[in-house]
């Protein structure tokens, strides 16, 4: 198994472009997640998924959407780069359960972006 | 809105000594996450704690759990160069699905 993998792994932008960030899993885990992680202040949530077909906000939405079309896949989405998106993106995934060992999220190798 | 804060930030200390990182959250949590970064790479989970006073061990590590107080503590005992990372808490709470609210991080550098 790969695990949680993730395409591109650096890129560049200009302000103004779009991109997508490709995020997939093959543990059949029912909830991915998009984090960003800035300097001095740990990963932050951006959108997450529940389940194929669904999406949902976290903590620091703005400027970006996702898509989950299907179960192995979570896609990020840069409408239009700015600056202030300069970053890593994590993703995770992990399987809804109370039992520690299925509810732990992995996370893929990150893609750092900058946007100049 | 969950916070959680880690202390100290940095830390650099000899190989042999013994330390502590703390994890403070603002709100009641269930589980909390204890994750280690090396430069450039992505985040390896270390322990998952479940209960008031859940205690683990692996190595030199050791995490605990008070969650009456909000209070998890990573110990580390003799420390070795290996162990030069970034540390982090996550807290988890469930709204719609399970949660991560990550620390800011501890940057621990171990001298030889």
């Known amino acids: 198994n790969a695990g949680v993998t993730q395409t591109p792994k650096f890129r560049v932008l200009k302000t103004g472009q779009s991109m997508t960030l490709l995020c997939a899993q093959d543990m059949n885990h029912e909830y991915m997640y998009w984090y960003r992680q800035d300097p001095g202040m740990g990963l932050r949530l951006i959108h997450y998924?529940?389940?194929?077909?669904?999406?949902a906000k976290g903590e620091v939405p703005d400027g970006y959407n996702v898509s989950r079309l299907k179960k192995q896949n979570f896609l990020l989405g840069l409408e239009s780069a700015a600056p202030s998106q300069t970053s890593v993106y994590f993703c995770?995934?992990?399987?809804?359960?109370?039992?520690?060992?299925?509810?732990?999220?992995?996370f893929g190798p990150g893609t750092r972006l900058t946007v100049l | 809105e969950l916070k959680v804060e880690q202390n100290p930030l940095f830390l650099s200390m000899q190989e042999g000594k013994n330390y502590t990182i703390y994890c403070n959250y603002s709100t009641t949590s269930d589980r909390l996450y204890w994750y280690r970064q090396d430069p450039g790479k992505s985040l390896e989970s270390l322990f998952v704690l479940l209960s008031n006073g859940a205690v683990k061990q692996e190595g030199r590590l050791m995490a605990s759990l008070d969650t009456k107080a909000r209070l998890s503590t990573l110990h580390i005992t003799a420390a070795v160069h290996d162990l030069s990372a970034t540390y982090f808490c996550a807290v988890s709470h469930y709204q719609g699905a399970q949660k991560l609210v990550f620390g800011q991080g501890t940057r621990l550098t171990i001298n030889p």
């Open positions: 995770a995934s992990s399987y809804p359960n109370n039992r520690e060992e299925l509810d732990e999220q992995f």
């Open positions: 998924s529940v389940g194929e077909g669904t999406t």
